[in-house]
């Protein structure tokens, strides 16, 4: 009877225990779920990494007592190892970083990795518990979890295992996330940076557009006014002369009349100046000199008659010693320099300077300014001032048909800026403006230059000093205008030339040639630039001669080109005396 009454008592016992754990089983699953809610929400709400990393650990270490835990993230630059990333490490620091170190070596982290799951694993020394988690989404491991067990509890029970997983694979997927919305968010800059570039450069070529056309509209009306001015101006600058010479030279008429003829040359002259505006005033093209006609200018008695006016400001010259000549109108680019000579004398509010420079100038690469400069030899004309500058509203303007913030009658016509415009155009040239208001302005002009002969320049070498006597010569460039002037120049001075388009062209050359001396472009594009070339030709010809030349001004792979050998570096364009004196003095060494 007992007996009976015994296996009853078991089998309620065992009910109760079988019940009693569901009832944990149910419990612990509701309290998972409750916990994972605020969890998910907190992390995948956040953009930063270590803050996610920082909201697992706390929550890891609510539900399971772990001594300390330490989590390391995959590094995103190679994928190749890990960065720590260790919170509330207090007196475990040193220990855990060293048994990690350990796991490491022993291929123990690469073992978790391939788990998937949480497992246990010793430390080094055999007296405690580590639990290895790979913190991973399915398609991408992004750390590793390592907590450290209590030494009185070395065992984590199956359903601790089950929600570290849980935590760790939401804590992947919201650090995929973050990277996800790093990703989308540096796209979106580029994107947008990209859209600001383009909507300035087509707002740009709006403007450009505009200009263009109000130019064209005011020139067409301007056009047909002066042709039918200097039809009625003819007589007013021309019968004055007759009467005056059929005049006594006391006859009170005189000074009238001559005050007449006065007025019809500057009305002439106003007409002139809208022929250039309109861009139909250049008629003449000769080869002419920058240099030339700035000093003509400074001795003219227009110049004479603006000193006197402003006879505080000082003009300060720095010209070009070997100037390219240019293709225009000396009349028109004349004008030119006394429109902007003037409008910077009177951009001085008291005592103040006014810079005048030429030079040659080689541009590699276009140039972005008030105009795009195009690649090209140019001869540079800049007229600077330090007086009140133009506001950046005006500069807009400035070159617009009498657009003026001067006084009418007083100060010109409003057609000085734009008379500028229409000659720079007509020479096929470009034009900049920089200004800041209260410390000055400067104009540069560039003017295409022309490789057409004028009268000789006796400079001071004799062509003789610098003539060849059959060397032999390879010019490596990659712009064929470049080969030909070189090419052509030193043939008259008496060299053997040959051209390269290209270093790697060069280099296969001289693998069954050879050159005394070689003229190397620095920037050739595409390809190798003219430092490689030189390194790799030196491989086939140590001590190999051979001068720089560029557009740019000396970088610091020229001066290296130079410590291995190369000689004079020059500057782009080329003038005959500048490459044969230095091609002369490198063959020579």
Same mark, same amino acid.
């Given at each position: /009877?007992?007996?009976?009454?015994?296996?009853?008592?078991? &089998?309620?016992?065992?009910?109760?225990?079988?019940?009693?754990?569901?009832?944990?089983?149910?419990?612990?699953?509701?309290?998972?779920?409750?916990? /994972?809610?605020?969890?998910?929400?907190?992390?995948?709400?956040?953009?930063?990494?270590?803050?996610?990393?920082?909201?697992?650990?706390?929550?890891?270490?609510?539900?399971?007592?772990?001594?300390?835990?330490?989590?390391?993230?995959?590094?995103?630059?190679?994928?190749?190892?890990?960065? !720590?990333?260790?919170?509330?490490?207090?007196?475990?620091?040193?220990?855990?970083?060293?048994?990690?170190?350990?796991?490491?070596? +022993?291929?123990?982290?690469?073992?978790?990795?391939?788990?998937?799951?949480?497992? #246990? *694993?010793?430390?080094?020394?055999?007296?405690?518990?580590?639990?290895?988690?790979?913190?991973?989404? !399915?398609?991408?491991?992004?750390?590793?979890?390592?907590?450290?067990?209590?030494? %009185?509890?070395?065992?984590?029970?199956?359903?601790?295992?089950?929600?570290?997983?849980?935590?760790?694979?939401?804590?992947?997927?919201?650090?995929?996330? #973050?990277?996800?919305?790093? $990703?989308?968010?540096? +796209?979106?800059?580029?994107?947008?940076?990209?859209?600001?570039?383009?909507?300035? %450069?087509?707002?740009?070529?709006?403007?450009?557009?505009?200009?263009?056309?109000?130019?064209?509209?005011?020139?067409?009306?301007?056009?047909?006014?002066?042709?039918?001015?200097?039809?009625?101006?003819?007589?007013?600058?021309?019968?004055?002369?007759?009467?005056? $010479?059929?005049?006594?030279?006391?006859?009170?008429?005189?000074?009238?009349?001559?005050?007449? +003829?006065?007025?019809?040359?500057?009305?002439?002259?106003?007409?002139?100046?809208?022929?250039?505006?309109?861009?139909?005033?250049?008629?003449? &093209? +000769?080869?002419?000199?920058?240099?030339?006609?700035?000093?003509?200018?400074? %001795?003219?008695?227009?110049?004479?008659?603006?000193?006197?006016?402003?006879?505080?400001?000082?003009?300060? #010259?720095?010209?070009?010693?070997?100037?390219?000549?240019?293709?225009?109108?000396?009349?028109?680019?004349?004008?030119?320099?006394?429109?902007?000579?003037?409008?910077?004398?009177?951009?001085?509010?008291?005592?103040?300077?006014?810079?005048?420079? #030429?030079?040659?100038?080689?541009?590699?690469? !276009?140039?972005?300014?008030?105009?795009?400069?195009?690649?090209?030899?140019?001869?540079?004309?800049?007229?600077?001032?330090?007086?009140?500058?133009?506001?950046?509203?005006?500069?807009?303007? *400035?070159?617009?048909?009498?657009?003026?913030?001067?006084?009418?009658?007083?100060?010109?016509?409003?057609?000085?800026?734009?008379?500028?415009?229409?000659?720079? &155009?007509?020479?096929?040239?470009?034009?900049?403006?920089?200004?800041?208001?209260?410390?000055?302005?400067?104009?540069?002009?560039?003017?295409?230059?022309?490789?057409?002969?004028?009268?000789?320049? /006796?400079?001071?070498?004799?062509?003789?000093?610098? $003539?060849?006597?059959?060397?032999?010569?390879?010019?490596?460039?990659?712009?064929?205008?470049?080969?030909?002037?070189?090419?052509?120049?030193?043939?008259?001075?008496?060299?053997?030339?040959?051209?390269?388009?290209?270093?790697?062209?060069?280099?296969?050359?001289?693998?069954?040639?050879?050159?005394?001396?070689?003229?190397?472009?620095?920037? /050739?594009?595409?390809?190798?630039?003219?430092?490689?070339?030189?390194?790799?030709?030196?491989?086939?010809?140590?001590?190999?001669?051979?001068?720089?030349?560029?557009?740019?001004?000396?970088?610091?792979?020229?001066?290296?080109?130079?410590?291995?050998?190369?000689? %004079?570096?020059?500057?782009?364009?080329?003038?005959?005396?500048?490459?044969?004196?230095?091609? &002369?003095?490198?063959?020579?060494?």
């Amino acid at each position: /009877m007992n007996t009976k009454k015994d296996a009853e008592q078991k &089998k309620l016992t065992e009910r109760i225990a079988y019940l009693e754990e569901n009832r944990r089983f149910v419990q612990n699953a509701l309290e998972m779920a409750l916990s /994972m809610g605020d969890f998910l929400e907190s992390i995948n709400g956040e953009k930063d990494v270590n803050q996610i990393l920082l909201a697992a650990e706390k929550r890891i270490k609510k539900i399971i007592p772990f001594e300390t835990c330490a989590l390391y993230r995959v590094n995103e630059e190679d994928n190749s190892d890990f960065i !720590p990333t260790v919170y509330d490490p207090g007196q475990f620091k040193r220990y855990v970083k060293d048994e990690v170190e350990f796991m490491i070596d +022993k291929g123990l982290f690469a073992w978790a990795l391939r788990e998937k799951r949480g497992v #246990t *694993i010793s430390s080094k020394d055999n007296t405690r518990q580590f639990v290895l988690h790979v913190i991973s989404t !399915p398609s991408r491991i992004r750390g590793m979890f390592v907590g450290l067990l209590p030494a %009185k509890k070395p065992i984590i029970t199956d359903y601790s295992n089950a929600l570290l997983s849980i935590i760790l694979m939401n804590t992947a997927n919201a650090l995929e996330n #973050t990277q996800l919305y790093k $990703m989308v968010l540096n +796209k979106n800059m580029i994107l947008e940076d990209e859209v600001k570039k383009k909507t300035e %450069k087509l707002m740009h070529a709006e403007r450009k557009l505009l200009h263009a056309q109000k130019m064209e509209a005011i020139g067409t009306l301007a056009g047909g006014v002066a042709h039918d001015l200097n039809n009625i101006l003819a007589g007013l600058v021309s019968y004055p002369d007759l009467l005056l $010479m059929r005049l006594a030279e006391d006859s009170p008429l005189r000074e009238p009349i001559l005050t007449i +003829k006065e007025s019809g040359e500057k009305a002439a002259t106003i007409v002139q100046d809208l022929l250039t505006m309109t861009r139909r005033g250049v008629a003449v &093209k +000769k080869v002419v000199n920058l240099n030339k006609i700035v000093s003509e200018y400074l %001795k003219s008695p227009e110049y004479n008659r603006l000193k006197s006016f402003y006879h505080d400001a000082e003009v300060e #010259t720095h010209f070009e010693p070997n100037p390219l000549n240019i293709l225009g109108s000396s009349v028109h680019l004349y004008k030119t320099v006394m429109n902007l000579v003037s409008n910077a004398a009177e951009a001085l509010s008291e005592r103040g300077e006014i810079i005048i420079t #030429t030079q040659n100038r080689y541009i590699d690469r !276009p140039v972005k300014g008030y105009d795009d400069v195009q690649e090209g030899e140019y001869v540079v004309l800049t007229v600077s001032d330090n007086g009140t500058g133009i506001s950046p509203e005006d500069i807009e303007r *400035i070159f617009e048909p009498f657009y003026t913030k001067k006084v009418m009658g007083r100060s010109g016509t409003g057609l000085g800026m734009a008379v500028v415009w229409g000659t720079v &155009k007509d020479h096929k040239g470009y034009i900049d403006v920089e200004s800041i208001e209260g410390e000055g302005t400067t104009f540069t002009l560039y003017f295409p230059v022309t490789r057409q002969e004028t009268e000789k320049d /006796m400079s001071s070498l004799s062509i003789k000093d610098y $003539m060849g006597d059959k060397e032999s010569i390879l010019v490596i460039d990659d712009i064929e205008e470049q080969r030909y002037v070189a090419k052509g120049m030193l043939q008259n001075l008496g060299y053997s030339v040959t051209t390269a388009d290209s270093g790697e062209e060069a280099i296969d050359y001289l693998k069954t040639n050879s050159a005394d001396l070689l003229v190397l472009d620095m920037i /050739m594009d595409p390809g190798i630039d003219g430092l490689e070339t030189y390194k790799r030709i030196l491989e086939l010809h140590p001590g190999q001669k051979a001068i720089i030349a560029s557009g740019f001004s000396e970088t610091e792979r020229v001066k290296e080109a130079q410590r291995m050998g190369a000689g %004079k570096y020059i500057i782009k364009p080329y003038t005959l005396e500048k490459i044969g004196v230095a091609v &002369k003095e490198e063959l020579e060494k």
